[in-house]
Structures are given as C-alpha cells and as structure tokens.
T-cell receptor, first 114, second 114 residues
Framework: NAGVTQTPKFQVLKTGQSMTLQCAQD?????MSWYRQDPGMGLRLIHYSVGAGITDQGEVPNGYNVSRSTTEDFPLRLLSAAPSQTSVYFC?????????????FGPGTRLTVL | DAKTTQPNSMESNEEEPVHLPCNHS???????IHWYRQLPSQGPEYVIHGLTSNVNNRMASLAIAEDRKSSTLILHRATLRDAAVYYCILRSSSGGTSYGKLTFGQGTILTVHP
C-alpha cells in the first residue's frame, strides 16, 4: 500500500491564483480530512469527509473548497490564494471517524503564497 | 473539548527511557487518550491510545492515572529517530462537532542526545 499520498510536495503561488492540492489513499478509508500547520503550531482542521459525496467544514474552512467524488481522492482547492494561506497542508485518512480509529497522514504539501 | 497540557520541550539521552507527561484534568469519561508524533518535515503518525488501562505496543507504553486526569507516554529506550514533537490528544466518543477531529496543541518537542 502507498498509504496517503499528496501532490505536489512544494508549491509557490502568487496572490489571487487558484490551485488544487491532491490527496489520495489506497486503504479504502471512508474518513478523510485536510489540516494546515503554520510555523511552530499544531495542526488545524480545514475540511473533512465521512464518505464519497459527503463533506463538511472544520475549524478553518474559509478560502478552501473540497469535494469527494470517490473514496480514494479528496482534493483541496484554494479559490484565490492569499499570503495568510502560506502553510504546510496535510491530508489524513482513517477507516472511520470513531475515537479509536487511527488516522494516517500524508507527507504534506508546503505552500508559499507571495 | 477537553484540553491537554504538555511541557514545551524535553531532552533525553539515547538508549535511556523517556517519560512524556500530559495533563487533562477536564477529561470526560468517554474521552480516549491518543498520542501522535511528528518527525521533522513529516506528517504526524499514530503512536498509541487508551481509555482507562495502561497500554503497550511495539512503539511505546501509555500509563493512565487512576483518575484519568493525566497520562504518560513512555519510550523505553529512546533512539535518535524518536526525536519529534509528541502530541497528546483527547478523542471524544460523543460525536457531534468533534466527529473525527484531532485537536492538536503545541505538543512536546523531544530532543534525543547521542
């Protein structure tokens, strides 16, 4: 299994540009989520999905869109990039969203917005 | 959500045991105690979790106080590869807005000296 994969690893955008961060998992996990991590801070939840066709907002959803058309993929779209979105983005997946379900994280995408 | 408190940093020597404390005085009876760690430039990875009893796995042990207001992650013989940020996280089984979410604090930065 490849686990959770994310592309690209690094990205530089100009203010106002849009882009999509890709996330895929091959573990047949229903629950997927996106976090961002700012320097020296813990991770914060952006959006999550409990299954194909179902998404919901997390703690910091503004400026981001998600969709879940398949179990495997959960892309994160930045609609109009802003310098405040400079961060490292992590995708995670788990079999379920219960309190004992282990979450598996991808390697991250480091995004800089100029 | 119940809050956790961890020391900002700890140091250890290689091949010595490490005890990483976590206080969670407002924990509810159905909150599970999870530990994740984040190696440099990587996504978080699951370490261990428990509810009431002490737990062991191949990576670490988790000691939970009888009143559950604190817990300790024990690395029995630290290696250089264990240098990471360790996060103590409570996961509720009550669902609602906490559904699936991992709430990351600042964590404890563990430095391991050769």
């Amino acid at each position: 299994n490849a686990g959770v994969t994310q592309t690209p690893k690094f990205q530089v955008l100009k203010t106002g540009q849009s882009m999509t961060l890709q996330c895929a998992q091959d573990m047949n996990h229903e629950y997927m989520s996106w976090y961002r991590q700012d320097p020296g801070m813990g991770l914060r939840l952006i959006h999550y999905s409990v299954g194909a066709g179902i998404t919901d907002q997390g703690e910091v959803p503004n400026g981001y869109n998600v969709s879940r058309s398949t179990t495997e993929d959960f892309p994160l779209r930045l609609l109009s990039a802003a310098p405040s979105q400079t961060s490292v983005y992590f995708c995670a997946s788990s079999y379920g969203a219960g309190p004992t379900d282990t979450q598996y994280f991808g390697p991250g995408t480091r995004l800089t917005v100029l | 959500d119940a809050k956790t408190t961890q020391p900002n940093s700890m140091e250890s020597n290689e091949e010595e045991p490490v005890h990483l404390p976590c206080n969670h005085s407002t924990i509810s009876g159905t909150d599970y105690i999870h530990w994740y760690r984040q190696l440099p430039s990587q996504g978080p990875e699951y370490v261990i979790h428990g509810l009431t009893s002490n737990v062991n796995n191949r990576m670490a042990s988790l000691a939970i106080a009888e009143d559950r207001k604190s817990s300790t992650l024990i690395l029995h013989r630290a290696t250089l590869r264990d240098a990471a940020v360790y996060y103590c996280i409570l996961r509720s089984s009550s669902g609602g807005t906490s559904y699936g979410k991992l709430t990351f604090g600042q964590g404890t930065i563990l430095t391991v000296h050769p």
